[in-house]
């Protein structure tokens, strides 16, 4: 069975609002985190028009990150590889497709829609009777839910920030329910990894992924919102197309870095006798320092 969540994560802002910072947070987010050849390369990102939804904005990226996973994951895959994700935006709603050529029987499919509530919608995406029997609903609340603590920074922590340009914040206890203006995001997360003996394994570890980078993700979207408040969605697509360009020109370079030196090291070793390699755990867990790089969009 594959194993299906709602998150919902409500914000101190309109749905409009948010349409600007999400833009802007997903734009900085992957531009700050893309280094040694990991990140998030945007491949297309173009206007399209679709019968049911009408016009929306279509993206493809190759997200790369093998050091990035837990080791028990290192083991299974090639050291550089990528994940494919596929985003329609008919905003607010939004449609999110995630896959890896060489698992086929891998992919996280994610359904989110925006709403002006604090999460009262019972059935926002209108899941059938059998999916609402097996849905679990998991509400993120950005100020109070833990994060770990390498994520943590003062300057993104909601119940100390105070939106000089909104007069937003800090979020104290209680906000949810009391706060206006207030919105709501609606996420329905279907990861799927049909490999006998590793399907729950990986099931549960991409669900707590995805759950920690909602929360950080938009953390960081109200907490910068000084950054993006005064914009407008003409402004936030030139800053995106612009940061796009530069996170693009760091990921390749670093890769181009990297392929050579592999070349270079396999070459070396050609000509010496092979070292004996120390195996890696495979229960083992990523560094303080690791991410993932699943989007929240």
Not at 94 to 116: L, V
Not at 122 to 132: A, F, I, K, Q
Not at 165 to 176: A, D, F, I, T, Y
Not at 257 to 274: R, V
Request: proline share 5%; net charge negative; with cysteine.
């Amino acid at each position: 069975m594959v194993l299906t969540k709602e998150y919902r994560i409500c914000m101190p802002m309109t749905v409009e609002e948010y349409r600007i910072g999400q833009l802007y947070m997903i734009a900085r987010h992957s531009f700050e985190q893309s280094s040694n050849g990991e990140g998030v390369e945007v491949v297309a990102n173009e206007q399209i028009n679709d019968e049911t939804n009408g016009v929306g904005q279509f993206t493809e990226k190759r997200i790369h990150l093998s050091s990035h996973l837990p080791y028990w994951i290192q083991s299974l895959i090639p050291k550089i590889f990528y994940v494919t994700e596929k985003a329609w935006n008919f905003y607010p709603f939004t449609i999110t497709e995630y896959t890896c050529s060489f698992i086929p029987k891998f992919s996280i499919s994610i359904q989110t829609r925006y709403e002006d509530n604090n999460g009262s919608t019972y059935n926002c995406l209108g899941l059938t009777s059998d999916e609402l029997e097996v849905r679990e609903v998991d509400f993120l609340d950005i100020a109070f839910d833990e994060i770990k603590p390498h994520h943590y920074k003062e300057s993104e922590d909601p119940k100390l920030f105070k939106s000089e340009k909104s007069g937003r914040g800090p979020l104290v206890e209680g906000w949810r329910d009391e706060l206006k203006p207030i919105m709501c995001c609606y996420k329905v997360v279907h990861a799927k990894f049909e490999v006998w003996g590793l399907q729950t394994k990986v099931e549960d570890y991409v669900q707590a992924a995805i759950r920690e980078i909602l929360l950080l993700g938009h953390r960081q979207a109200f907490t910068w919102m000084d950054e993006w408040f005064n914009m407008t969605i003409e402004d936030v697509r030139s800053y995106e197309k612009e940061m796009q360009t530069k996170t693009n020109m760091k990921v390749k370079t670093a890769l181009d870095d990297a392929e050579s030196n592999q070349e270079g090291q396999d070459s070396k070793k050609s000509s010496q006798p092979p070292t004996p390699k120390t195996p890696k755990s495979p229960l083992g867990t990523p560094s303080s320092e690791s991410k993932s790089w699943f989007s929240w969009s």
